[in-house]
């Protein structure tokens, strides 16, 4: 299969290259992009039967408007992703293939000899290739919606309340409960872990920094050494930050 890997981080492109090359021979890369547009320009030239996407390029939505720029290529795509909320709920009702970030060996094989069949069942037939079309599509479309509004779905005594992540500043563990502080200095209490939290929220926006404290970095005003380690928030709440969390801490709000 012949390929074109996009992702705005040279690291990120040259490690799944490498990784293609040991786990998936059978994939050719043609080429590398670290944008929409320089990747529309390889597809138009190349013609590859699969492309390896990263959704969150710098301007936050280009791997979907990449797509929907390219209304009739034939390539297959397999998304790369960060996300572990409402992005892999989509891709797991779509049936499209995906790899999650950072990227397993085993999971990549599987995704490609996916693909692979998946080309191979609708090559030459019109129709499978527009339900496919109709499925990435439909994709697309939802993975904007999450990104207009994802939410996280809290269980209480009268039914469930949605809360959007980024109105959360920090998230505390309190016992083997969690508190949810959003940025208005209201909070909330939910029966689950501050570990499914971890998993729950996005990466790239939430910072484990304490043993019981996931910070919201998106709202970060300052850092601060004062009788210990401190995150400080746009409300003025300052968030412990542990010894052993602080080189990573430090790495988040200036990476080399």
Request: charge should be negative; charged fraction near 30%.
């Amino acid at each position: 299969m012949r390929a074109i890997i996009v992702d705005d981080e040279e690291p990120a492109r040259e490690n799944l290259r490498i990784m293609l090359e040991d786990e998936a021979p059978q994939v050719q890369v043609l080429g590398m992009a670290d944008s929409a547009p320089k990747a529309r320009e390889l597809i138009l030239a190349l013609d590859p039967d699969i492309v390896f996407l990263d959704i969150r390029m710098p301007s936050g939505t280009e791997g979907l408007d990449l797509l929907e720029k390219l209304p009739d290529a034939r390539f297959m795509v397999v998304f790369v992703t960060a996300f572990k909320d409402y992005a892999l709920r989509a891709f797991h009702a779509s049936a499209v293939d995906y790899v999650l970030k950072p990227i397993d060996p085993d999971e990549l094989r599987a995704a490609v000899e996916k693909a692979e069949r998946r080309m191979a069942a609708i090559r030459d037939q019109p129709a499978e290739q527009a339900h496919y079309r109709t499925q990435l599509d439909a994709l697309v479309q939802e993975l904007r919606e999450g990104e207009r509004g994802p939410r996280i779905a809290v269980d209480h005594a009268k039914g469930i309340k949605l809360f959007d992540p980024r109105t959360i500043a920090h998230v505390e563990a309190d016992g083997n409960c969690t508190v949810l502080h959003f940025l208005d200095g209201s909070r909330y209490l939910d029966t689950r872990t501050l570990k499914v939290y971890e998993d729950l929220l996005d990466p790239s926006l939430f910072l484990r920094v304490h043993r019981s404290h996931l910070v919201n970095m998106s709202h970060l005003r300052e850092y601060l050494r004062d009788d210990g380690h401190w995150a400080v928030l746009r409300n003025g709440t300052r968030v412990p930050i542990a010894r052993d969390r602080i080189d990573d801490f430090l790495t988040a709000v200036r990476p080399k």
